[in-house]
């Protein structure tokens, strides 16, 4: 795993502070809560706005509609291949905000620490936020910073809201899906879910399954400029991509084809996924699109997708149909159709 | 992938499809005998893809399926107890017991874990010495090796925290069961490949010949399946009813010796009640009396419990190859995924919840 302390040719020291882990006084407004945001904060995400620590960010907005998203990040364990709570934090809101077609403007970040998180850690997850906004290209503009008891987190909780502005004219929405549409695929599902899976239940393969965490606003805008028809963008996290188009289906009550043999994971994932018993369509991803769009703009858009550093395994994997409204089909390699339905509660492993 | 996408291959599928066609010129009832070859035949629409002469009916292979209620009750009852860490196999926590499941148990303050290995349960007792660690042992023949272990290691250690629920079942006096019922309709069987990758199949060779019945030992991908069922087709249609072993790479004829001195040094045979089908004898797997001190029952007073099944629920007939899941009345209606009202549709590899996920609508 690469340091999150050295991301992108930046170095990023620990600043000294009186306290090597985190103390409840951190969380009790004095100088010890002074000291923290002024030393391990600020310097992370340094900007304007934030700078004047006020008690609110106050931001001219240029035209156009506001979209706006929170997400709250309490992954276990904090860090793991390919990834950390931190990236996750921001990319996961910037992607919400972006998958409007809306330029990602602001961020506020949210902290609940545990009493007793080495300093160490908080810096890197710290760290590894600047790092991901940085890539995305949006401030964090205010934020807020709250001490819990040793036993009553998990470490570090993180929510994150963002806003972003929606261009004039430009209205996406899970409704507007259309027979003949296709369903394309920004790249492979299940990174990011086998990855902390494979972590978490203490599973090592020959090469690390690594989080596919990414900021995918700049892809989101590639796709609008090639192709300014697209009818909707999600991004399949939580639940998948087998949620997000049961989502597409009963929104816009059409229903929708898959061609299993299409559609892409890396070996290293299946390998983990057959092992656990686990369907990577259910399984989440964290720098991953799914959009539809007019047929005949299919071939702008992979494209536009494949030209992208986040999209470079982009592809059609199915198409929207008006058979079976409310109902996500997939056509698998033998030929014959199954239902791909919402998942229920968690993914668990078989017994045998 | 090597070992999978072999086992996936469109065009041998197809040839296989062809070859069950041309051989089989009457109709047939073959039962698949595990819920992971129902899971897998239902994924891959398997189903969709015979010709009409062949019908499969879906078997009792699924452990959690069966596991009895009062058993399931009794697990609850333990993982309750504050000085109980409670382990299990992740597709056991959301099984409802009468009132409840062990995700609730968890939520009220339960310390119930998941875990991968039975072994991972006898780790937490050695790092955890103040407190009991019940490990819920279910499953047929596959996984007993593995949670025989546990116990062996358990007491090798010394370790006086670690004990289990057992509620093992056996294969062949379940085959026995459905092939003695007067309604049976079961003509073949497709074995279960995991099963007898422990036991081998010689005990299937006096059930062949006294019931008259082909039993094909068979995996669990596309290809594996379709060549159980062409094994199968084959063996009816000649009249001949012995075992022929279609999981080769996997099963061999004296299974895995090492794994079953295990069990055996563990576990003794008894009786063994099935959730909706009944008490077949001879058909469980217990802690043997000298290792009574790893028996979570013994060693946890949960007597008293009394439970109650919802009497809408067709799942025994379900489980003995009697009826499909869809010609029950409350499926998919009251009975779903989510609001289960037998364990048929709780588990993944039940033949319930198989039937729900993939095929619940008629797709043209």
């Known amino acids: 795993m690469s340091d999150a302390a050295n991301m992108d040719g930046f170095s990023c020291p620990l600043p000294i502070l009186e306290h090597d882990t985190v103390q409840l006084a951190h969380g009790a407004g004095g100088s010890l809560s002074a000291d923290l945001i002024d030393k391990m904060i600020v310097p992370r995400f340094s900007n304007t706005v934030l700078d004047a620590l006020e008690d609110q960010a106050v931001l001219t907005l240029p035209a156009g509609r506001v979209a706006f998203s929170t997400d709250t990040f309490v992954v ?277 | 992938m090597k070992y999978l996408d072999e086992y996936r291959d469109p065009a041998l599928a197809r040839r296989l499809l062809d070859e069950i066609q041309r051989t089989a010129t009457q109709p047939w009832v073959i039962m698949e005998i595990c819920g992971g070859q129902t899971h897998s035949i239902l994924r891959n629409g398997i189903d969709q893809l015979l010709p009409e002469t062949i019908e499969l009916v879906h078997g009792p292979g699924c452990p959690v399926c069966v596991t009895p209620l009062e058993t399931i009750d009794r697990a609850l009852a333990i993982a309750a107890r504050p000085e109980v860490i409670f382990t299990s196999f992740g597709d056991m926590l959301r099984v409802p017991g009468t009132r409840d499941d062990l995700f609730r148990v968890k939520s009220r303050g339960g310390d119930v874990r998941m875990v991968y290995s039975p072994l991972e349960a006898v780790h937490l007792a050695r790092e955890n010495p103040q407190r009991e660690v019940v490990f819920l042992a279910v499953g047929f023949e596959t996984t007993a090796p593995g949670n025989a272990m546990a116990i062996q290691q358990a007491r090798a250690e010394g370790l006086e925290n670690f004990s289990e629920i057992v509620s093992h079942v056996l294969v062949p006096p379940a085959m026995e069961a459905i092939l003695s019922s007067p309604t049976n309709r079961v003509q073949g069987f497709l074995a279960a490949g995991h099963v007898c990758a422990i036991m081998g199949w010689k005990e299937y060779e006096p059930i062949a010949a006294k019931y008259g019945v082909p039993i094909v030992p068979t995996g669990f991908e596309p290809i594996d399946i379709l060549d159980g069922i062409l094994k199968t087709v084959q063996a009816l249609e000649a009249g001949d009813a012995t075992v022929h072993n279609a999981y080769l790479r996997a099963v061999k004829e004296q299974g895995n010796p090492a794994a079953r001195t295990v069990v055996d040094a563990i576990y003794e045979v008894c009786d063994r009640k099935w959730r909706g089908i009944g008490t077949i004898p001879g058909s469980g797997l217990r802690i043997r009396d000298e290792l009574a001190a790893f028996d979570a029952e013994k060693k946890f007073d949960v007597g008293g419990i009394s439970t109650e099944e919802p009497a809408v629920c067709i799942a025994g007939e379900i489980l003995q190859g009697l009826k499909k899941p869809d010609e029950c009345p409350a499926f998919g209606k009251e009975c779903t995924p989510t609001h289960p009202l037998g364990a048929t549709m709780v588990s993944s590899e039940g033949a319930c919840a198989a039937y729900f996920r993939y095929s619940r609508k008629g797709l043209s």
């Open chain 1, 76 to 352: 276990s364990p904090l860090f793991f291949p390919g990834g950390d709570i931190g990236d996750l934090a921001i990319n996961g809101t910037v992607n919400d905000v972006a998958m409007s077609g809306a330029e990602v403007i602001a961020l506020s970040v949210g902290l609940v620490l545990e009493e007793g998180l080495p300093m160490a850690d908080l810096h890197r997850v710290l760290c590894s936020m600047e790092a991901a906004a940085k890539k995305a290209g949006v401030k964090i503009v205010t934020g807020d910073t709250k001490v819990v008891g040793k036993g009553q987190g998990d470490g570090i909780y993180i929510n994150t809201s963002g806003i972003g502005v929606v261009p004039e004219g430009l209205n996406l929405t899970a409704s507007a899906l259309q027979p003949g549409d296709r369903i394309i695929l920004s790249g492979t599902l299940a990174d990011h879910g086998m990855a902390v899976m494979t972590v978490r239940e203490g599973l090592s393969f020959q090469s690390a399954v690594e989080s596919d965490s990414a900021p995918l606003n700049g892809l989101v805008k590639a796709v609008l400029e090639a192709c300014p028809n697209v009818r909707t963008f999600r991004d399949p996290t939580r639940g998948g991509a087998a949620t997000t188009l049961n989502e597409f289906a009963q929104s816009s009550k059409v229903g929708i084809k898959l061609d299993e043999t299409v559609i892409p994971v890396r070996p290293d994932v299946r390998g983990a996924c057959e092992i656990l018993g686990i369907d990577p369509l259910y399984v989440a991803n964290e720098g991953k699109l799914i959009c539809a769009v007019p047929a005949g703009e299919a071939d702008a858009v992979l494209a536009a997708m494949q030209a992208h550093e986040f999209g470079a395994d982009a592809v059609v994997i199915g198409e929207v149909v008006a058979e079976h409204p409310g109902i996500v089909a997939m056509r698998g390699a033998l030929g014959a159709e199954r239902i791909v339905d919402r998942p229920v509660g968690l993914q668990l492993p078989r017994i045998c």
